[in-house]
C-alpha cells in the first residue's frame, strides 16, 4: 500500500510536495506481529541519502529471511520541503528533529535565542 501526503507550499520547478508511505504486509511470520519503520528526509538535505539507502533495502529485503517475516512502514521524505529547497528546516521554519516534547513535558515556548 501507497500513500501520498501532499503539503500546502510547492518546490523550487512549482511541482508538489509530499511526504510518501509505503506499506509492506510482511508474510506474516514475524513474532509478535513486528515492523520495522524506515524513513528518509527528516533532515530535508539529507533526503538524496536516505532515498537510496531506502531503494536498497527495498531491492534487498526479499533476500533476508528475518526482514521478509516482518511488516515494514516505509517514510520517503518526512520533511520534503527541506528535501526539495537542500535545507534542514520545513516551511515554517522548523527543524522537525529538535521539535519534541518528551512524556509529561509541558509546552513553555521556545528556548531563549533559538529565534
Known amino acids: 500500500d501507497v500513500e501520498s501526503l501532499p503539503i ?3 518546490g523550487p520547478g512549482d511541482e508538489v510536495l509530499a ?3 509505503a506499506i509492506r504486509g510482511g508474510d506474516g511470520s514475524a513474532p509478535d506481529g513486528r515492523t520495522l519503520i524506515v524513513s528518509s528526509g527528516l533532515h530535508g538535505v539529507e533526503g538524496g541519502f536516505g532515498s537510496a539507502v531506502q531503494s536498497s533495502a527495498l531491492e534487498r529485503i526479499d533476500s533476508i529471511a528475518a526482514l521478509r517475516a516482518i511488516r515494514t512502514v516505509w517514510i520517503h521524505a518526512a520533511n520534503p520541503y527541506g528535501f526539495a ?3 534542514r528546516f520545513d516551511e515554517e521554519n522548523i527543524d522537525l528533529n529538535r521539535n519534541f516534547l ?3 513535558e509541558p509546552y513553555d515556548g521556545i528556548p531563549d535565542g533559538y529565534d
Open 19 to 21: 511526504t510518501d508511505i
Open 85 to 87: 529547497f537542500a535545507r
Open 102 to 104: 518528551l512524556d509529561g
Open 8 to 10: 500546502e507550499r510547492r
